[in-house]
Nanobody, 124 residues
Framework: EVQLQASGGGLVQAGGSLRLSCAAS????????IGWFRQAPGKEREGVSC???????LYADSVKGRFTIASDNAKNTVYLQMKSLKPEDTAVYYC??????????????????WGQGTQVTVSS
């Protein structure tokens, strides 16, 4: 059974940090790109960051320099370290896996598999 389990969300003050985890099982983790996405109330889902199987990464402009994506292939887990959080980072964060390259992760077709989402709330 394919599973993507997102966790690590919570309530944090502006300027604080959180680390999200996306634990994967049931598919060949090394062959997939893993992306992090977020959706705030009333807004469309947006791509935040993505990591390919070779370790190459992409970031949305809004999070560059503040967020870091990393993969632990031994644990089949991808992390999103978030620092200097802002109220506008408040959203439900999802992880997704796909065999296509991260170059296309912000397209509507990315995501063979999706996790259930974890809430991140940043207070001002």
């Amino acid at each position: 059974e394919v599973q993507l389990q997102a966790s690590g969300g919570g309530l944090v003050q502006a300027g604080g940090s959180l680390r999200l985890s996306c634990a994967a099982s049931g598919f060949a983790f090394d062959d997939y790109a893993i992306g992090w996405f977020r959706q705030a109330p009333g807004k469309e889902r947006e791509g935040v960051s993505c990591i390919n199987g070779d370790g190459s990464t992409l970031y949305a402009d809004s999070v560059k320099g503040r967020f870091t994506i990393a993969s632990d292939n031994a644990k089949n887990t991808v992390y999103l370290q978030m620092k200097s959080l802002k109220p506008e980072d408040t959203a439900v964060y999802y992880c997704a896996a796909d065999t296509i390259h991260c170059t296309y992760y912000r397209g509507s077709y990315f995501g063979d598999y999706w996790g259930q989402g974890t809430q991140v709330t940043v207070s001002s």
